[in-house]
Antibody
Framework: EVQLVESGGGLVQPGGSLRLSCAAS????????MSWVRQAPGKGLEWVAN????????YYVDSVKGRFTISRDNAKNSLYLQMNSLRAEDTAVYYC????????????WGQGTLVTVSS | SYVLTQPPSVSVAPGQTARITCGGN??????VHWYQQKPGQAPVLVVY???DRPSGIPERFSGSNSGNTATLTISRVEAGDEADYYC????????????FGGGTKLTVL
């Protein structure tokens, strides 16, 4: 069974940092593009970042470029999102998501972890 | 960057047909995917590649895509279909590789 379990969310002050983790199981992690998608309270889905299977390609939404870094450790079946210089508008539930191989859609989502940026 | 436009809300009576649109420039040339999200839950894929259904998704859910509009159609709507629905495309023409529509709240009257 495919499972994606996020952790690392919490309350952080503006300008602070947080590192999110996503533990993957039930599939060959190293064979899939992975993504982070977020959802601000009461708002829609917003794609944040993508990373290729071997980590050689990374893409970000403009609003997080230079502040967030997506990475992965295939040996540990884990995906990460390092978030620096956090702003109030980064407050959201952050979902770890798997892109089905050879396609352009997400076939599995984690349950999400809440990040709150507030003083 | 590529923009997808959805109506904020759609209302339909039980047993009727709901149609949720997703507008984008020449969206018919792209593969469109649809997700259902219920309160407090992660999204669930209901239609992919314009009109295909994942296993476990009822045949009542169908999709189409042509010109500048993609449409998710839900036939014989049930109370359990009440949710937010999001369209999504992969925009390889820019660094914004994954684009979501703003979402549509489906209300079952």
């Amino acid at each position: 069974e495919v499972q994606l379990v996020e952790s690392g969310g919490g309350l952080v002050q503006p300008g602070g940092s947080l590192r999110l983790s996503c533990a993957a199981s039930g599939f060959t992690f190293s064979s899939y593009w992975m993504s982070w998608v977020r959802q601000a309270p009461g708002k829609g889905l917003e794609w944040v970042a993508n990373i290729k299977q071997d980590g050689s390609e990374k893409y970000y939404v403009d609003s997080v470029k230079g502040r967030f870094t997506i990475s992965r450790d295939n040996a540990k079946n884990s995906l990460y999102l390092q978030m620096n210089s956090l702003r109030a508008e980064d407050t959201a539930v952050y979902y770890c998501a798997r892109r089905r191989a050879g396609t352009t859609f997400v076939d599995y989502w984690g349950q999400g972890t809440l990040v709150t940026v507030s003083s | 960057s590529y923009v997808l436009t959805q109506p904020p809300s759609v209302s339909v009576a039980p047993g009727q047909t709901a149609r949720i649109t997703c507008g984008g420039n020449n969206i018919g040339s792209k593969s469109v995917h649809w997700y259902q999200q219920k309160p407090g839950q992660a999204p669930v894929l209901v239609v992919y590649d314009d009109s295909d259904r994942p296993s476990g998704i009822p045949e009542r859910f169908s999709g189409s895509n042509s010109g500048n509009t993609a449409t998710l159609t839900i036939s014989r709507v049930e109370a359990g279909d009440e949710a937010d629905y999001y369209c999504q495309v992969w925009d390889s023409s820019s660094d914004h590789l994954v684009v979501f529509g703003g979402g549509t709240k489906l209300t079952v009257l």
